[in-house]
Structures are given as C-alpha cells and as structure tokens.
C-alpha cells in the first residue's frame, strides 16, 4: 500500500508543476490551487478513477475549476 501512495504523490507534484507553468505562479501557490480544489478531493479518495487520468486533463480540470470560482460560479 506504501507504494501506491508514493505513485499518487509523484503525480501529484506532476499536477502541481503542470498548474504552476499554465499559471506562471510559484509552485507553492500551485500547491495552494492544487491542494484547495475540490478534484483533488475526488483524485485523492479514487472516486470515479479520477488518479487514472492523465497529469495534463487534471491540471487544466483543476484550473478550470479555478478560474470558474473566480467568476463567482
């Protein structure tokens, strides 16, 4: 079980430095989207299989989540 937690933080450092890029913000404000959105809820109890989804569809998932609460939806 050790490692499959290891497997899902190495793709979550994947996301963050994804978020961080598309974002052009520091890895720990990355860290802050990353870890304050709702998805990653979901990716980290493997609801629906969210983790088996690419590193880029989740990171552009979590930056639309993003960009759509700042809207006020």
Sequence with gaps: MEANRI????KYARIIEIIAQRLNIKTE???????TSPLF??????VADMHCRSDQY????????????????
Excluded: C, R, T
């Design 7 to 10: 497997i899902l933080d190495m």
């Design 41 to 46: 809820e979901l990716i980290d109890k493997g």
């Design 29 to 35: 404000s990355a860290m802050d989207v990353f870890y």
């Design 58 to 73: 989740l990171a552009e998932e979590i930056i639309a989540e993003k960009e759509n609460n700042k809207d006020g939806y």
